[in-house]
């Protein structure tokens, strides 16, 4: 089989392509949630942390 494909579409803009990523990434976050803590109180203290950080660093970020 020697199917080609042929990609005759525009590019995106970055502003574009960052609002995509922006809402795929919210969707699975809700869709991957994890189940009610099973984890150990040291893991879960280093989720929270990793997740404050992270909320923090996104604030920093310009759109």
């Given amino acids: 089989m020697n199917s080609r494909i042929t990609d005759d579409s525009e590019p995106i803009d970055r502003d574009?392509?960052?609002?995509?990523?922006?809402?795929?990434?919210?969707r699975l976050q809700q869709s991957l949630r994890p189940e009610p803590s099973r984890l150990s109180s040291h893991l879960q203290h280093l989720l929270d942390e990793l997740r404050r950080r992270d909320e923090s660093g996104s604030r920093k970020m310009p759109n």
């Fill in 16 to 26: 574009t392509s960052r609002s995509i990523c922006d809402a795929v990434g919210e």
